[in-house]
T-cell receptor, first 115, second 113 residues
Framework: SAVISQKPSRDICQRGTSLTIQCQVD?????MFWYRQQPGQSLTLIAT?????????ESGFVIDKFPISRPNLTFSTLTVSNMSPEDSSIYLC????????????FGPGTRLTVL | GNSVTQMEGPVTLSEEAFLTINCTYT??????LFWYVQYPGEGLQLLLK?????DKGSNKGFEATYRKETTSFHLEKGSVQVSDSAVYFC????????????FGAGTTVTVRA
């Protein structure tokens, strides 16, 4: 398994501002993923972040709204830009060691409330 | 494409009752299957997994068998405890050439003392 930490664990933000969420892993991993979990809902994949390349975004998510960085094999950030109350969710980072053939391990999540 | 259909809750049980959460899937190829659990206020934890047909995953008294004939991966526990109260997600692993997990809607389970 992998030990994954996220910062911040929770935040309350004002409409129109931006928040950057950090994800740190205790070992080098191939793939990192960012998910959104809206209240009472399942997980929706936002994007996949591979080191050394641009993030790959899922349908309905765009780089201008959710810019992602992946500077090395143990770290990634997700920014939620120009926030609105609809962005209030739990944002989860996950990792996979082997592309396509391994389970994903999840961080504890960041609980975001936008007022 | 790949998809997962999971029994939706909420499910409320008494302690020591038998728990079953149904999960069926549609997939190309034979991807791995997973059950994740999310305890209140926490992230997701991998509960168990099965990587091929007829495999049985087990952990913490929970079991699930990869049934290719019925395309199912039902989660069972013979005697639940209050500490099993959580949201349970069935997930389908990546197919060949892909890398994404497909999650079910999640089932909220509440166990009463």
């Amino acid at each position: 398994s992998a030990v994954i930490s996220q910062k911040p664990s929770r935040d309350i933000c004002q409409r129109g501002t931006s928040l950057t969420i950090q994800c740190q892993v205790d070992s080098q991993v191939t793939m990192m993923f960012w998910y959104r979990q809206q209240p009472g809902q399942s997980l929706t994949l936002i994007a996949t972040a591979n080191q050394g390349s641009e993030a790959t975004y899922e349908s309905g998510f765009v780089i201008d709204k959710f810019p992602i960085s992946r500077p090395n094999l143990t770290f990634s950030t997700l920014t939620v830009s120009n926030m609105s109350p609809e962005d209030s969710s739990i944002y989860l980072c996950s990792v996979s060691r082997v592309a396509g053939f391994d389970e994903q391990f999840f961080g504890p999540g960041t609980r975001l409330t936008v007022l | 494409g790949n998809s997962v259909t999971q029994m939706e809750g909420p499910v409320t049980l008494s302690e020591e009752a038998f728990l079953t959460i149904n999960c069926t899937y549609t997939a190309t190829g034979y991807p791995s299957l997973f059950w994740y659990v999310q305890y209140p206020g926490e992230g997701l934890q991998l509960l168990l997994k099965a990587t091929k047909a007829d495999d049985k995953g087990s952990n913490k008294g929970f079991e699930a068998t990869y049934r290719k004939e019925t395309t199912s991966f039902h989660l069972e526990k013979g005697s639940v405890q209050v500490s099993d109260s959580a949201v349970y997600f069935c997930a389908l692993g990546p197919s060949l050439g892909d890398y994404k997990l497909s999650f079910g809607a999640g089932t909220t389970v509440t166990v009463r003392a």
